[in-house]
């Protein structure tokens, strides 16, 4: 099994800046296609960001030039770094790797962006 650990949630200022962590316990890594959701309550859970297993990147357009995700292989993290937070990026994250027909989610972490 691959089990997801993410981290770094929180409350923030709107304008600030928060990076989360996504742990993944698998051998294969670096063949994961990686992406991390959100999802506000009421809301549907949406994909925010990508990134494939050639470190190419796809943002939805709510959080184009804002968030920014990257992955370090060796230590089998995925991180996104979120700036210029907004009131409406309040929602719980959650990292999702994926390869071929196998895909695992994290627990999900806490964001909140208030003043």
Known sequence: QVHIVESGGGLVQPGGSLR???????????LYVLNWYRQAPGKQRELVATIDSGGNTVYSNSVKGRFAISRDNAKNTVYVHM?????????????????????YWGQGTQVTVSS
């Open 83 to 103: 700036n210029n937070l907004k009131p409406e990026d309040t929602a719980v994250y959650y990292c999702n790797v994926f390869y071929g027909g196998y895909e």
């Open 20 to 30: 989360l962590s996504c742990a993944a316990s698998t051998n294969l890594f670096s």
